[in-house]
């Protein structure tokens, strides 16, 4: 079976600092990967995907996250940090083995940006 | 709707009671999940409906807990004989493809069981 590992569970930056949160999973095959985020008080919602092609992908606030294979790893990058960006991020995996789209999560990360 | 709707948000319960959790998916969605996101445990994987196809039940952690989904719509998370270790939020999420679609998730359940 899949297993996805944060490495960092609580990140503490202060505003303009980039921030690199890293990925690892553990699945040979083909796989889907994911970023999601959850703000205070909100849903999680979709930070960025990657399916196929460019392994470097960009997703919404300046997001991106890199793909490489041979480390299974798809690490999630953001050059500045905002204020607005406190909220925790969840490594997501999604692994062919028939089983259709169902998700394996790292643990989180908490991220708190402090102004 | 819009989005993915749960209810009830929050469910206080007594230890030993059963449970019934709500989920309405995003209209056209044929796929729907349950996860449960523990204190410190991330989002664990608790059942997935496809269409008419067998539900995926891998997930779920006894027999206490069961889901059905009423045609091909609403889902109902069900858990039997509550116990203190089973509060957590309950979230379920929706999507359109099963393959490569995205999952887009509701507000989630707060489950306490005292």
């Known amino acids: ?115 | 709707g819009a989005g993915v709707s749960q209810s009830p948000s929050n469910k206080v319960t007594e230890k030993g009671k059963d449970v019934e959790l709500r989920c309405d998916p995003i209209s056209g969605h044929t796929a729907l999940y349950w996860y449960r996101q523990s204190l410190g445990q991330g989002l664990e994987f608790l059942i997935y409906f496809q269409g008419n196809s067998a539900p995926d039940k891998s997930g779920l952690p006894s027999d206490r807990f069961s889901a059905e989904r009423t045609g091909g719509s609403v889902s109902t998370l069900t858990i039997q004989r509550t116990q203190q270790e089973d509060s957590a939020v309950y979230l379920c999420a929706s999507s359109s493809d099963r393959y490569n679609g995205i999952q887009y998730f509701g507000a989630g359940t707060r489950l306490s069981v005292l």
């Open chain 1, 1 to 115: 079976a899949q297993s996805v590992s944060q490495h960092n569970h609580h990140v503490i930056l202060s505003e303009a600092a980039s921030l690199e949160l890293g990925c690892n999973y553990s699945y040979g095959g083909t796989v889907n990967l994911f970023w999601y985020v959850q703000y205070p008080g909100q849903h999680l919602q979709l930070l960025l995907k990657y399916f196929s092609g460019d392994p470097l992908v960009k997703g919404i606030k300046g997001f991106e996250a890199e793909f490489i294979k041979s480390k299974f790893s798809f690490n999630l990058r953001k050059p500045s940090v905002q204020w607005s960006d406190t909220a925790e991020y969840f490594c997501a995996v999604n692994a062919f083995t028939g089983g259709g789209n169902k998700l394996t999560f790292g643990t989180g990360t908490q991220l708190k940006v402090e102004l």
